[in-house]
């Protein structure tokens, strides 16, 4: 990362409230409730992560093992991570307005892939919003068309895009 009193380090619980303050900011038409983002951190917490910049909270991530072309619902409680998870299925990537351009986002993404391919996942899926196809792109993700996604797809937005990086 370009500056050096930036830093993503393990989510806790303890975190919650200050990622509900950047979903808030960063995805006003993407609601979450507070306990479906802190399930995501209790399931998950590997694939839990934030971002400070001089100690202050200024993004998240929350990514966790998931069944290949089943999207969770938006705004809903999983349970459980599947038993017969087969991919790597990136949730949400929230930063800050004051963040962009110093490589942050970047950096988790590629920390992401690689816990991806070490734990085994042939590929990482995540729904693109807010026009972030690009970025992903630039990544390795492509856009997948599967008919059985559309209507869960329309409920993000009208340009949300499901997106797969594969490993095999």
């Known amino acids: ?11 806790s619980g303890y975190d ?4 509900q303050k950047i979903a808030d900011v960063v995805h006003p038409g993407f ?6 983002l802190a ?19 200024a993004g998240y991530v ?4 998931w069944r290949f072309g089943q999207l969770p619902a938006l705004n809903s409680l999983l349970g459980q991570i599947p038993a017969d998870a087969d991919t790597y299925y990136l949730h949400d990537l929230a930063l800050l307005p004051l ?14 892939i690689k816990h991806a391919r070490v734990n085994g996942f042939p590929t990482m899926s995540l729904v693109a919003v807010n026009a972030s196809r690009p970025f992903w792109e630039k990544h390795g993700f492509v856009v997948e068309d599967v008919p059985a996604l559309t209507e869960k797809l ?4 009208d340009a949300a895009r499901f ?6």
Not at 1 to 11: E, F, G, P, S, Y
Not at 16 to 19: C, E, K, N, R, Y
Not at 62 to 65: A, R, T, V
Not at 154 to 157: D, H, I, L, Q
């Open 1 to 11: 990362m370009k500056l050096k009193d930036v830093h993503w380090r393990a989510m």
């Open 16 to 19: 919650m409230a200050a990622v």
């Open 31 to 36: 609601f979450e409730a507070p306990e479906v």
């Open 39 to 57: 399930e995501r951190q209790r399931l998950y917490p590997s694939g839990c992560h934030l971002l400070e910049v001089g100690e202050r909270p």
């Open 62 to 65: 929350l990514s966790h093992p």
């Open 99 to 112: 963040t962009r351009g110093i490589g942050a986002a970047n950096h988790i993404v590629e920390a992401l």
């Open 154 to 157: 329309a409920s993000y937005e």
């Open 163 to 168: 997106m797969v990086r594969r490993f095999t």
